[in-house]
């Protein structure tokens, strides 16, 4: 079955870097386009970066410059390369793939502070 398995999270300062990755497994991880999501406490989920199948980028205006999505295919997975992190980068962020159906991870927590 579609799995999707987040990792890499953790807490960092203000300034710093993280990256997160999302593997995958059950489905062929070349055609879907994959996105990653974030939800703070108390708010909704909202997308922060995308990739096509052929590797085009889309970012959220707040992530712009800071972060950068980028997919192995040979390794099924996905990765937000996340650098000068703010306080509100703090959030539980999520891989999703589009399948025709969307599926999603459990998550990971970032949280951002000093």
């Known amino acids: 079955q579609v799995q999707l398995v987040e990792s890499g999270g953790g807490l960092v300062q203000p300034g710093g870097s993280l990256r997160l990755s999302c593997a995958a497994s059950g489905f062929i991880f070349s055609l879907s386009v994959m996105t990653w999501y974030r939800q703070a406490p108390g708010k909704e989920r909202t997308w922060v970066a995308r990739i096509s199948t052929g590797g085009v980028t889309v970012y959220t205006d707040a992530v712009k410059g800071r972060f950068t999505i980028s997919r192995d295919n040979a390794r099924n997975t996905v990765y937000l390369q996340m650098n000068s992190l703010k306080p509100e980068d703090t959030a539980v962020y999520y891989c999703?793939?589009?399948?025709?159906?969307?599926?999603w991870g459990q998550g990971t927590q970032v949280t951002v502070s000093s």
């Open positions: 999703k793939a589009a399948l025709g159906g969307n599926y």
